[in-house]
C-alpha cells in the first residue's frame, strides 16, 4: 500500500495506539491518559505518514492560541517529530513537514525545539534559531510558608481548578488558551506542582528542588507582586526562576537560556517580531 498523509484521527483507535506507540520507543512518551481523560482536543494534531497501516513518520502540530498585548495570536509548535527506525531515510518525515508548512500562511508564525543533532534540518524549511530569555530573582521567604498544595489526582480535582483557573488571569506576559495541554503536565507529570496562596487568592504552578523554586505559571484575579507569591512558599526558598515570561519583570533579571540539547527555531515574521517582547515560550506551552 502506498503511503498517505492523515491527520485528525485521534478518535481512530488503531492509527492512534499507532502513534502512542511510535513516540513511546522515539521520546517514552504516552498520549493515551491524555486521550481517556477527555483533554486532547483539537489543539494537538498529529500529521502522520501512514504505511501499511501504521505511523510510519509524524510531525505534530499544536495551535497556541494566545492573547499578547490584548491582541489575539494564533502561533503553531512542531512537536513529537519522528519516524520508525527501520523507515528512517526514505524522506517520510520530509514529506510530513512539507504537508504541515504549507499551511502556515494562516498562522502568526511557527516554533518548534530541536535537539542538537539536528539543527541543521529545520532552515531547509525556512526556520531560524532563536534565543531565548528567561527571568530569576533571589528572595527571603516569610517565616512560614502558608502556600496549601491543591490535589491534582481525579477527574473531579482537574475540573475544579479549571473553574478556579477561568476566574484569573494568568501573570504571564502571554495569556495562553491551552487548557487541554495545560492538563496534559497537570494530569500526570506535574501532579503535584499546583499551590493555592490563600492571601493572595492566587493558584501558582511550581516545583521546588532544594533552594530553588521553578514557577511555570501563577494566576489571580487582580494585580498580585509574583515575588511575594514565591515568598509565600517560605525561608526555604532562597532563589526563583520562572518558565514563563512574566507581564511585570520588576525585581527579576533576565538571563540568556537554552533547555539541554535544545534549540528553538521559529519561522514567520509576525512571530520573529512578537519574540523581541516574548522573550522566548512558556514552559507549559510545550507539546
Known amino acids: 500500500m502506498d503511503p498517505s498523509i492523515v491527520h485528525a484521527y485521534r478518535d481512530n483507535p488503531r492509527l492512534r495506539q499507532s502513534f502512542n506507540q511510535l513516540a513511546g520507543e522515539a521520546f517514552g512518551l504516552d498520549f493515551e491518559p491524555w486521550y481517556q481523560n477527555g483533554f486532547w482536543g483539537g489543539q494537538y494534531d498529529p500529521w502522520s505518514l501512514v504505511l501499511d497501516g501504521q505511523v510510519a513518520a509524524n510531525v505534530s502540530v499544536n495551535r497556541i ?61 525556512g526556520f531560524q534559531a532563536a534565543a531565548e530569555y528567561r527571568y530569576r530573582a ?14 491534582m489526582e481525579t477527574p473531579a480535582d482537574w475540573q475544579h481548578f479549571q ?48 533552594e530553588l523554586l521553578t514557577v511555570y505559571d501563577a494566576f489571580s484575579s487582580g494585580p498580585v507582586p509574583l515575588l511575594g507569591l514565591c515568598q509565600a512558599f517560605g525561608p526555604s526558598v532562597r ?42 515560550f512558556p514552559e507549559l506551552a510545550h507539546a
Not at 84 to 103: C, D, T
Not at 138 to 151: D, Q
Not at 163 to 190: A, C, I, N, V
Request: proline share 4%.
Open 138 to 151: 533571589f528572595v527571603t521567604g516569610s517565616a512560614a510558608p502558608t502556600v496549601r498544595p491543591v490535589p
Open 239 to 280: 532563589q526563583v526562576e520562572l518558565a514563563f515570561t512574566p507581564a511585570s519583570r520588576e525585581g527579576l533579571e533576565e538571563y540568556a537560556y537554552r533547555g539541554e540539547d535544545t534549540t528553538l527555531f521559529v519561522s514567520g515574521s509576525p512571530l520573529v517580531q512578537d519574540l523581541e517582547r516574548l522573550r522566548g
Open 65 to 125: 492560541d494566545c492573547l499578547l498585548d490584548g491582541q489575539r495570536r494564533r502561533y503553531l509548535q512542531l512537536g513529537t517529530v519522528m519516524t520508525r527506525k527501520s523507515l528512517q531515510g526514505r524522506g517520510f518525515n520530509r514529506r510530513v513537514m512539507e504537508a504541515v508548512l504549507a499551511e502556515r500562511e494562516a498562522w502568526d508564525g511557527v516554533f518548534l525545539y530541536a535537539n542538537d543533532t539536528v539543527l541543521d534540518y529545520y532552515p531547509r524549511f
Open 163 to 210: 473553574r478556579e483557573k477561568s476566574r484569573r488571569h494568568s501573570l504571564g506576559l502571554l495569556q495562553l488558551e491551552t487548557d487541554g495541554l495545560l492538563l496534559f503536565y497537570l494530569s500526570q507529570s506535574m501532579r503535584d506542582a499546583v499551590f493555592f496562596v490563600p492571601e493572595a487568592d492566587a493558584y501558582v504552578l511550581a516545583e521546588q528542588e532544594g
